[in-house]
């Protein structure tokens, strides 16, 4: 082998050497601050003696924390390694997903968030039960699950494989210490230690990236020259509105397919739901979710600035052609270690910045499964009579087993190419049903739970038929040209060809695409809404066979009330009772009546084998004081179904069991405690 660096290990690459002490300070040191705000939540700024406690922070958390923390869940290394490659190896109309941001934002804050927050569950997965059943709860959770433990797998490969550019330490190596860290600090604690983790860890991601894009345009004659040559090089374009699907990235797929995409991730994801509800009020979760519109865009901005600039480094010279990196997701270290490696501390400060992506979104992913885990499977189904002691220790357990898990999931990871596309098709796969799954019982109360479970099962099926189907086969997708032609003795040295120079000739996609199934070459940015509409499709033509849900026996509270002020707005007053859902008064007073029914084999609190259902048994004696009230009687089961449950989020304040004062100070009855407009915002 030469001696000449270049021709190094293409596993390491040519600038392994130069990652100093103070580089390894500053790495080590954004451990250590992770690892001790972990130990501070453990053992100091709270006890986490209670799920509650540790899963939510008593619902108490601040909107600024919150904000930040939800900006830094999915901006991961992913983003920050994955954007800067596209704007290299594909060109900008990537950047036109920032106005899909615009959409999902409103949406999310409106249409589905108070959905979630005033039902004020701990899963988002429990809302599953309360409008359809237990299974379709279970479907959702055990779907999610699996999602997660495969993104966080991809999160923990993309910065290892960053790491083992810059320093030569080992892919395994950076991620059993990525791995461990995070699931340290999150399994000690809990979601209040996962939130302020992520509050330091964006700041490095920002800082980071904004170093990178400057010092870069600045050392090559700013970003002007940047964007001229990006232009003249084919890497500048925002208006392919090519209608094709097939087409990689086009106007209509980064924004309307993008939406879906989001959606599935800000809307219902279980990572979002929680951290939203963490916060005391629905404003608060309203204004932390504004402030990621742009967060988002700001940030991912950034990213691509680096990626051009990156560009007008190598436009002349490839790193992938002459072997420098061996994949496109390398690009962005070697480049760093090329114009900043002299500088002592800097490489250190880049690769905190991935590395702080990746904790943020493990430590979020970790933390939700968990949840879910306790919620939607150990108390639904296994036992449900444990003390608050037990539960949280359970919690913690649990937290740790999924970050092991998802570390022997990288060698997975390891195989699914491009970061960047390979997360989204993920969250396009099996998000798209799940967001459809919720879109179906939240807009359309007629959708029974049959149509819902066939939906989703038939969606997941397709979808995945789709997405393995396309990662088999790998479509051909069109690139702009590369060029060598500034450094041709590498070039000729590192693939051995001698004499006549022969560069790489342009593919022909439609000819080598033309033996793949049409339906495989679908632009991975179509999947999500591919996944929800099925679940909508086949869950409405399923109720209406099976016998449809009346939607006056439907718990308002798990309806958005757009479809009422539709119904009101387009259909004739004579079939307003047939379509509409009842309110939420008139729906508390059939269900306190008929859960006075003593003797009911419906509402009783035993099940038929004799044991008592987790899922339906009261947490305190406010329900039976309710339903006594009601009937005028004095012994009666103290009994809850889903819907009761439903009754007893609503019927108080989301802060009633912490704070049962009224604006003006006064002790009230829950039902009139502080409501959610009215309560103050603590920043």
């Known amino acids: 082998m030469s001696d000449d660096p270049i021709l190094a ?38 006890k986490n003696a209670t799920p509650d406690e540790f899963l939510m922070g008593s619902r108490n958390l601040r909107v600024a924390p919150v904000a930040l923390s939800i900006l830094a869940s999915f901006m991961s290394a992913i983003t920050l390694l994955g954007t800067a490659t596209e704007m290299y190896v594909y060109g900008t109309q990537y950047l036109l997903i920032i106005l899909s941001y615009c959409f999902v ?80 600090y999150t399994s000690v604690g809990g979601i209040k230690a996962v939130v302020w983790t992520d509050v330091f860890q964006i700041f490095l991601m920002f800082s980071s990236m904004l170093l990178v894009a400057i010092k870069g345009a600045y050392s090559i004659g700013g970003f002007g020259y940047v964007f001229d040559l990006a232009s003249r090089n084919q890497r500048v374009e925002f208006f392919n509105f090519n209608p094709d699907p097939t087409d990689r990235h086009t106007v209509w797929g980064l924004i309307i397919g993008c939406y879906f995409t989001w959606m599935s991730i800000y809307a219902v994801s279980q990572a979002m739901v929680q951290r939203y509800l963490t916060l005391p009020n629905l ?97 639904r189904h296994i036992k449900s009579d444990m003390s608050d002691r037990f539960a949280t220790n359970l919690t913690k357990g649990l937290a740790m087993s999924y970050g092991f898990i998802a570390i022997i999931l990288v060698i997975i990871a390891q195989n699914l190419g491009n970061v960047l596309q390979a997360a989204l098709s993920i969250f396009g796969i099996v998000g798209g049903p799940l967001l459809g799954v919720f879109t179906l019982g939240i807009f359309f109360p007629f959708a029974n739970s049959i149509g819902a479970g066939v939906g989703i099962i038939g969606s997941l099926m397709t979808c995945f038929w789709i997405g393995f189907g396309s990662f088999y086969f790998k479509p051909a997708v069109r690139k702009p040209p590369v060029s060598v032609l500034g450094c041709l003795p590498l070039y000729l040295n590192v693939t051995g060809q001698h004499g006549n120079v022969t560069l790489p000739v342009p593919l022909d996609v439609d000819l080598a695409n033309q033996d793949i199934m049409w339906i495989y070459k679908i632009s991975y940015v179509w999947y999500s809404m591919i996944g929800c509409m099925l679940v909508v499709f086949i869950g409405i033509i399923v ?7 009346k939607p006056s026996d439907v718990n308002p509270r798990t309806v958005n009330p757009l479809h009422n002020f539709l119904c009101k707005r387009f259909l004739p007053k004579t079939l307003h009772d047939k379509f509409l859902v009842k309110s939420i008064e008139e729906y508390d007073k059939e269900q306190m009546i008929t859960l006075g029914r003593a003797g009911s084999p419906e509402f009783t609190r035993d099940s038929r084998n004799g044991k008592v259902n987790p899922a339906f048994v009261a947490s305190d004696d406010k329900e039976l004081a ?26 108080e304040s989301p802060i009633s069991d912490r704070r049962k004062t009224s604006a003006n100070g006064v002790t009230g009855s829950p039902m009139k405690a502080l409501s959610e407009d009215e309560a103050a915002t603590p920043l």
Request: net charge positive; aromatic share 14%; proline share 4%.
């Open 9 to 46: 290990s293409p596993e390491t690459s040519l600038l392994v050497n130069r990652f100093t002490l103070w580089d390894y300070l500053v790495f080590s040191g954004m451990l250590c601050v992770s690892a001790s705000i972990g130990i501070y939540y453990a053992f100091f700024g709270s």
């Open 105 to 184: 934002i409103p949406a999310t804050a409106y249409l589905y968030m108070p959905i979630f927050y005033k039902l004020q569950v701990t899963s988002a997965y429990e809302y599953l039960e309360l409008r359809f059943n237990h299974i379709i709860r279970t479907i959702g959770c055990l779907t999610f699950s699996v999602q997660m433990l495969i993104y966080m797998a991809i999160v923990l490969y993309a910065p290892a494989l960053a790491l083992s550019q810059v320093t030569g330490i080992s892919v395994w190596t950076s991620v059993l210490s990525i791995g461990i860290v995070c699931t340290f």
């Open 283 to 379: 404003r608060g979760a309203r204004r932390a979710i504004w402030f990621n519109l742009p967060g988002l865009s700001f940030l991912l901005i950034i990213c691509a600035l680096a990626g051009l600039v990156m560009y007008a480094k190598y436009y002349d010279c490839d790193p992938l052609l002459t072997k420098k990196v061996t994949s496109s997701d390398q690009l962005l270290p070697l480049y760093v270690m090329d114009i900043l490696g002299l500088f002592p501390g800097i490489p250190g400060l880049f690769v905190s910045g991935i590395f702080s992506g990746a904790l943020s979104t493990v430590s979020s992913g970790v933390n939700s499964l968990a949840a879910v885990t306790l919620e939607d499977v150990i108390k």
């Open 543 to 549: 109720s209406f066979i099976t016998g449809y849900k």
């Open 626 to 651: 309710l339903v006594s009230s009601v009937r005028g009687a004095t012994n009666i089961q103290a009994t809850t179904t889903p819907e009761l449950k439903a009754v007893r989020a609503f019927g």
